[in-house]
């Protein structure tokens, strides 16, 4: 990195370091806190196996990129047989609380294993999936792709005494437009939750997905709705929820 760094960056190419396991710090910061190395790196890159997903003040303080670049998970299944239903779904709101942790803790990029897998984006045939097929995890990823991708990520805050089981990140366009992601993992309906708003809104959708409990079934797929925020907002059980809020 110190040595060709700059020579490597010349050419238009980002370089990534260390994308240890666990995010262990130990192999990245002594890279950060040399000036010269430092500034041949563009983003520093891990996985989140066993660990890792924290904030990392020394990243943003260089003012550079923080990639999660691979995770995976599948305990669900035995040798591509799901154990139970409700192991999936568990597994599927797993995943929906992981991405949204990951955006409240400052990752710049997310980036799943296999696109295409029967515990992935896309049914591959194996595990109950449909081959090809977008599966409950690929529409809860999509939620992340289509309302947070190009946005600015601003400070999204629960109410106090919020039920467990509940997160939010909030991101904010060009325009001013707020999108709210919500992620609800527990049984329960989330009834009349209130959004506090740094400007007046014009107008809020409201876009559902919902964990079903076999690969092939997501119950809604993102299904919008109008919605007003006076009232306070139904979040759904099992789900991730988006709130497209216009500015006035």
């Not at 299944?77 to 990951?102: I, Y």
């Not at 294993?113 to 449909?130: C, H, I, N, P, T």
């Not at 092939?216 to 007003?228: H, N, P």
């Amino acid at each position: 990195m110190k040595k060709y760094g700059a020579e490597l960056r010349a050419t238009g190419v980002k370089l990534m370091a260390s994308e240890h396991s666990k995010f262990n710090h130990d192999f990245t910061d002594p890279l950060l806190q040399d000036a010269q190395v430092a500034a041949n790196v563009d983003c520093i890159g891990g996985h989140i196996y066993g660990g890792g997903l924290v904030s990392y003040d020394l990243v943003a303080q260089k003012g550079k990129e923080y990639w999660m670049t691979e995770h995976y998970l599948n305990k669900a299944w035995k040798d591509k047989v799901l154990t139970s239903p409700e192991a999936l779904r568990t597994e599927n709101m797993a995943f929906a609380e992981e991405l949204n942790n990951c955006m409240n803790l400052g990752f710049n990029v997310y980036i799943w294993w296999y696109l295409r897998r029967f515990y992935s984006m896309l049914g591959d045939g194996d595990g109950g999936s449909v081959r090809s097929e977008v599966t409950t995890r690929g529409y809860f990823l999509s939620h992340f792709a289509k309302y947070a991708t190009g946005r600015i990520r601003v400070k999204a805050t629960l109410p106090e005494g919020a039920p467990s089981g509940i997160s939010a990140t909030a991101y904010k366009n060009v325009e001013g437009d707020i999108s709210v992601i919500l992620v609800n993992s527990s049984a329960n309906v989330m009834r009349g939750l209130k959004i506090a708003l740094p400007f007046k809104a014009a107008k809020a959708v409201k876009v559902v997905t919902t964990s079903g409990t076999t690969p092939a079934e997501t119950v809604k797929k993102m299904v919008q709705s109008k919605v007003k925020l006076a009232g306070g907002v139904d979040v759904d059980a099992y789900s991730v929820v988006t709130l497209l809020i216009k500015k006035l």
